[in-house]
């Protein structure tokens, strides 16, 4: 049996064991707790430190944590951004929807695309059938539109160089019928009918629009029935050159020089996109300008374009536009352009030396203008195109122009073109009202007056030669010629 002496000293070198294993035991549990004791501070110590090293340094759980973080923060920002985007994309959808649905109705949609347009024109025939042969030709328009995808054939059908339906003169007064807009078009009892297009902003009043129409309707018939009467519809080939077209606003215009062409050169650069203060600042031509925008199309674009826009030509009284020519380009050989030709024209036809002490003209008179035109008419040599006959220019006999404007009746007919092309947030009254009226009222009224002062320079024989070239254009857009025969001098003369 052990000692109580024993006994304990092996307790407490078990309980040193207990307390600081793995450490040495020599000798007496007295120094083996001292061991201990130095063991145990040190590894408090060590404790310490890696505590402070951890606050230092990232642990790799708070790493992982942080990268998730910025992780879902992104696709957040990603989910918000695509959505906003298909938002976008189903308002563009149902806008569209909404003005597929307002055409077939019957109103004609801001931005009227050239597809649109192609319904509008299906619709005003329908809704211009009448009594006779003009029922037949709005079922023929309807098929040519239904068949032929809105374009126009090259021989048979009414658009680029297709005279009308069956031809000749039996059935001369079928051409297609002017696309229409009424309050029953709509299909909605008259509601809003004060409103050619679906913009609030502009009120237009039912009278002026029915008598545009009823203008535009007629003129279409004289010129079409002049047409058939003189066999040359399809005559001149079309003179894709001077046209502008605008496919995404549903519009293509002849652009007649003399014929308010400023007024339109300036519209058409404002849908080319230039803004209306930089056109007031800028030196550059117009027409350059422009033609940036809208180059000059080919035969074959022509063709693809005209019958599914708004096509149409500004038309002036011929002789006031001739004479509005020549006071700009040639009278005083002001214009340095025409000077050249203003001294060849001086060359060639003054006959006669004025008196001695009497200053001679500066550039060539009117009448020696006029005799420059008869021969150079006569030679066959081509015109110049601000005195070009407009039958040729734009050959109103081989495209069929969905309207007729004119000078006499500008501002009513440019507004109604606006409005049928739904571009009155862009066009009206974008041009600044002292450009306006001097464009459209000023030379115009001016050269009115002096038409009877320029004529008496010319006698009767002279007339009758110049009227061998324009007698067409007069007879085409429904003027009065033979008063200018009252201006003149005696047949007698000279």
């Known amino acids: 049996m052990f000692s109580k002496s024993t006994f304990l000293k092996g307790a407490a070198g078990a309980a040193a064991t207990v307390l600081c294993p793995g450490g040495a035991t020599s000798g007496s549990g007295t120094a083996t707790v001292s061991s201990c004791g130095t063991s145990s501070s040190s590894s408090i110590a060590d404790k310490h430190r890696f505590r402070k090293m951890g606050t230092l340094l990232p642990s790799p759980v708070k790493l992982f944590s942080k990268r998730r973080c910025y992780l879902c923060l992104k696709i957040a920002i990603l989910v918000v951004v695509f959505g906003l985007y298909f938002m976008l994309l189903l ?19 801001p931005f009227a695309s050239m597809a649109s347009f192609a319904a509008l024109t299906s619709r005003g025939a329908k809704k211009a059938g009448g009594a006779g042969s003009s029922g037949k030709l709005d079922a023929w328009q309807d098929k040519r539109h239904h068949h032929g995808g809105g374009r126009a054939k090259q021989q048979g059908g009414f658009g680029l160089k297709g005279p009308p339906p069956g031809g000749g003169s039996k059935q001369r007064h079928q051409f297609p019928p002017l696309q229409q807009h009424s309050p029953a078009a ?16 502009y009120e237009y009043s039912d009278e002026m629009n029915a008598a545009a129409e009823t203008d535009f309707n007629e003129r279409r018939m004289v010129l079409w029935n002049v047409c058939a009467e003189h066999r040359i519809v399809g005559k001149y080939p079309p003179n894709a050159w001077e046209f502008f077209i605008s496919p995404g606003h549903g519009i293509a215009w002849c652009n007649i020089f003399k014929a308010a062409s400023s007024t339109w050169m300036y519209y058409f650069n404002i849908l080319g996109g ?70 060849q024209i001086v060359k060639k036809f003054r006959k006669a030396h004025p008196p001695k002490g009497v200053k ?135």
């Open 91 to 109: 308002r563009e959808s149902m806008s569209a929807l909404t003005g597929s649905s307002s055409s077939s109705s019957g109103s004609t949609s």
């Open 186 to 201: 709509d299909g909605n009892g008259g509601a809003g009918s004060n409103h050619s297009t679906l913009n609030p902003v």
């Open 360 to 494: 001679p003209p500066h550039g060539p008179t009117f009448r020696e203008f006029l005799e420059f035109l008869v021969s150079h008419y006569r030679s066959g040599g081509r015109f110049d195109e601000h005195w070009s006959p407009v039958y040729s220019f734009c050959t109103p006999c081989s495209i069929n122009f969905t309207l007729i404007a004119k000078m006499e009746t500008f501002q009513r007919d440019s507004e109604y073109i606006i409005r049928q092309a739904g571009l009155e947030t862009l066009l009206l009254n974008k041009m600044p009202r002292y450009k306006a009226r001097w464009i459209t009222n000023r030379s115009t009224s001016d050269t009115r007056n002096l038409i009877p002062r320029y004529f008496a320079q010319i006698d009767e024989k002279l007339l009758t030669d110049v009227l061998e070239i324009y007698q067409l254009d007069f007879e085409l857009f429904g003027y009065n010629s033979t008063k200018y025969y009252g201006y003149v001098q005696s047949p007698d003369y000279g």
């Open 274 to 343: 230039y803004s209306v203060q930089y056109l007031q600042r800028t030196k550059a031509s117009p027409i350059d300008l422009a033609r940036k925008r809208f180059p000059r199309p080919t035969a074959n674009e022509l063709n693809d374009y005209i019958s599914n826009t708004i096509s149409f030509l500004i038309v002036r009284e011929p002789f006031e536009r001739l004479l509005s020519a020549y006071r700009n380009k040639l009278e005083g050989c002001r214009n340095k352009y025409y000077k050249l030709l203003g001294e």
